[in-house]
Nanobody, 120 residues
Framework: QVQLVESGGGLVQAGGSLRLSCAASGRTFSGYAFGWFRQTPGKEREFVADISWSGSTTYYEDSVRGRFTISRDNAKSTLYLQMNSLKPEDTAVYYC?????????????WGQGTQVTVSS
């Protein structure tokens, strides 16, 4: 069983920064790609960014490219999402997941989510 635990969410003013972390259990991390998604009430979960198993390849959704950075530390089995220049429209529950691509069907394990709220 794979467990993913997100942390680092919170309340921040527009223009501020947050760094999300996703800790993975066991020897289930280094050989897999991972991604971040986000979801607001009444909307589909949407892709934010993903990263290859080595960390050498990343891909971002257009609205976050240049502001967010996905990274990973395989020695610590941890995935990160550095979020800068935050906007109110970035407010959502953020989820990490194991897998790759821009659709949720490409992922098999999900964390419980962490709330990010950006005030204007």
């Amino acid at each position: 069983q794979v467990q993913l635990v997100e942390s680092g969410g919170g309340l921040v003013q527009a223009g501020g920064s947050l760094r999300l972390s996703c800790a993975a259990s066991g020897r289930t991390f280094s050989g897999y790609a991972f991604g971040w998604f986000r979801q607001t009430p009444g909307k589909e979960r949407e892709f934010v960014a993903d990263i290859s198993w080595s960390g050498s390849t990343t891909y971002y959704e257009d609205s976050v490219r240049g502001r967010f950075t996905i990274s990973r530390d395989n020695a610590k089995s941890t995935l990160y999402l550095q979020m800068n220049s935050l906007k109110p429209e970035d407010t959502a529950v953020y989820y990490c997941a194991r897998g790759g691509g821009t659709v949720t069907s490409g992922y098999d394990y999900w964390g419980q989510g962490t709330q990010v709220t950006v005030s204007s």
